[in-house]
C-alpha cells in the first residue's frame, strides 16, 4: 500500500477502503508519510468529500491513535458536551454541575482559548488554586466523587487530530465538513463518554456562518457517533450575538456562578438549560421535559451551585470566590464605551466583540500568550435594546488604557442600528438526533 496511490484513489472520487484510512492516520502520526502527502489527502478530501462510512472510519483511525480515556465504570451515566465555539459561551461550567447534580457524571477535557473564542480550562484558572492538569488516577477518582471533572485537553488523546489541524490551518483545507466532524468527534469518543451533547453554533460568531453548513456539520457527527455504538444529539444554537453579557475568563466565571445563584437569567439561562436537559434526558432515559423541570429545581434549590462549589474545592480552586465575587482579581482600568448612533440595535457581529475583548488582554492571537484573566467586557446593550447616542453600552476591563482605543474602535464597527426595533432571534433552531 503507498500513500500516493491513496491520494490518486481520492483525488479522482473514488471510496477509501477503512484500511486505506487507517493506514495513512497511523503513517502520518508515526511522521512515515510526509506532511505534503496528508496536506494533499486533505485537499483531495475538501474538493470531493467522503461517505459516512468514510467519515466514520477516519474518525476511528484519528481516535485510536492515541489514548482512549475508559469511563465504563460509570455505565450510561458519563455524558460529555462539546460546543464549536463561540464569544461568551461559558455554557459547561454551568451544565457541568447540574447533570452531576441530577445523576450524570461530566468527567471532560477542554481547551484555552484562541482567537476570538475563549477556553473553558482559561476561564476556570481565573479562579485562584484551581487545577486543570490532573493525573489520570485524579480525574477518575474526583469523577466518581464529585460527578464532575474538567481539565486540559491530554496531549496523548487524539495526537493525529492535532497534528492533521496544524496542517489544515496552513493548508487553506479548514473548511471541510468531513474533516471538522471527524477532528471535533475523534476528540470526544476518545475522551470516553457514553452520551454526547453536540451544541453547534451558527452566526456571525461561530465557525460555521450559515445554516445550511451548520446542520450538515450537526448531522454529520450525529451519525459518527451513533455510528461507534454512542448516543448522541445536536443543538443548533444562535451565535449571532454573544452569549450572556460577560465576555473574558473572570467575567465569565462570574455570570455562570450567577446563572446557578439564580441572579442570572436571558439567553444564558435558556441556552444552558437546554443542553443540560438534553444531557439529563439521555442519561437517565427520561422525556426531555420532565428532565428540564429536574434541571430548573436544581438551579431553583441551589443544588446546582452547591456542586459547582464541591468541584472548584475539589480542583483545588477557593471556592469562596463563587460567593463573593469581589475575591476575583480587579482590572486596574474600567472604561465605558459610548454608544455613536442612536435608535435599536439592530445587528452585532460578535466575531468583533470577540476581537475586542482579546485586544484588551482576555484572549490570544496565538497558542502560549499570556492572557489578563480580569480582562473582558461587559456587555450593557445588545440586539433589540433602544440607545441614546453617547449612552453607555459596554464596559471594558483591562490592564491599561493604552489597549482601549483600538479596542472600542472594533466594538463600535460591531453595531448597526435601526429606527424600529428588530424581530426577536431564536435562540435554539433545532435538535437533530
Not at 157 to 179: E, G, N, Q, W
Not at 189 to 216: R, W
Not at 352 to 379: C, F, H, N, W
Request: hydrophobic content about 45%.
Amino acid at each position: 500500500m503507498r500513500a500516493v496511490d491513496i491520494i490518486q484513489k481520492k483525488k479522482e472520487g473514488g471510496e477509501l477502503t477503512a484500511d486505506e484510512i487507517k493506514f495513512f492516520i497511523e503513517g502520518f502520526t508515526a511522521g512515515e508519510i510526509p506532511e505534503y502527502q496528508m496536506s494533499a489527502l486533505a485537499m483531495a478530501i475538501c474538493f470531493v468529500g467522503m461517505t459516512d462510512r468514510e467519515v466514520a472510519d477516519l474518525t476511528d483511525a484519528m481516535m485510536r491513535s492515541g489514548d482512549v480515556l475508559d469511563l465504563s465504570a460509570f455505565g450510561d451515566k458519563s455524558v460529555d458536551k462539546h460546543s464549536t465555539g463561540g464569544v461568551g459561551d461559558k455554557t459547561s461550567l454551568v451544565i457541568a454541575p447540574i447533570v452531576a447534580t441530577l445523576g450524570g457524571v461530566v468527567a471532560k477535557m477542554s481547551g484555552r482559548g484562541l482567537g476570538h473564542t475563549g477556553g473553558t480550562v482559561d476561564k476556570l484558572e481565573s479562579i485562584a488554586g484551581f487545577k486543570t492538569a490532573l493525573s489520570g488516577d485524579e480525574f477518575m477518582a474526583q469523577a466518581k466523587k464529585v460527578g464532575v471533572v474538567i481539565t486540559g485537553q491530554s496531549g496523548t488523546l487524539a495526537p493525529a487530530d492535532k497534528k492533521l489541524y496544524a496542517l489544515r490551518d496552513v493548508t487553506s483545507t479548514i473548511d471541510s465538513i468531513p474533516l471538522i466532524a471527524s477532528s471535533i468527534m475523534s476528540k470526544k469518543l476518545a475522551a470516553g463518554s457514553h452520551s454526547i451533547v453536540l451544541d453547534v453554533k451558527v452566526g456571525s460568531g461561530a465557525f460555521m456562518k450559515y445554516m445550511e453548513s451548520a446542520k450538515a456539520l450537526a448531522e454529520e457527527m450525529v451519525k459518527i457517533g451513533k455510528s461507534c455504538g454512542r448516543r448522541v444529539r445536536a443543538l443548533i444554537t444562535n451565535m449571532d450575538v454573544p452569549l450572556g453579557r460577560a465576555v473574558g475568563n473572570s467575567l465569565e466565571v462570574i455570570e455562570a456562578a450567577g446563572v446557578l445563584k439564580g441572579e442570572v437569567g436571558g439567553d444564558l439561562k435558556e441556552v444552558c438549560v437546554a443542553l443540560a436537559s438534553n444531557m439529563v434526558s439521555m442519561v437517565n432515559l427520561i422525556p426531555y421535559e420532565e428532565a428540564m423541570a429536574r434541571v430548573l429545581d436544581a438551579i431553583d434549590s441551589g443544588r446546582a451551585f452547591d456542586k459547582m462549589k464541591e468541584w472548584v474545592a475539589a480542583q483545588g480552586g477557593d471556592a469562596s470566590y463563587l460567593d463573593d465575587f469581589d475575591l476575583f482579581p480587579k482590572a486596574k482600568v474600567v472604561y465605558e464605551l459610548k454608544s455613536d448612533g442612536a435608535g435599536y440595535i439592530s445587528k452585532i457581529d460578535a466575531e468583533k466583540i470577540g476581537v475586542a475583548s482579546s485586544l484588551l488582554g482576555a484572549g490570544r492571537t496565538k497558542a502560549g500568550d499570556p492572557i489578563d484573566y480580569s480582562a473582558g467586557i461587559e456587555i450593557l446593550a445588545k440586539t433589540g435594546d433602544r440607545v441614546a447616542r453617547g449612552e453607555t453600552i459596554a464596559r471594558f476591563h483591562t490592564s491599561s488604557e493604552a489597549l482601549v482605543a483600538a479596542a472600542a474602535e472594533k466594538y463600535l464597527s460591531a453595531l448597526s442600528y435601526s429606527e424600529s426595533a428588530p424581530e426577536p432571534e431564536k435562540l435554539i433552531y433545532c435538535t437533530v438526533e
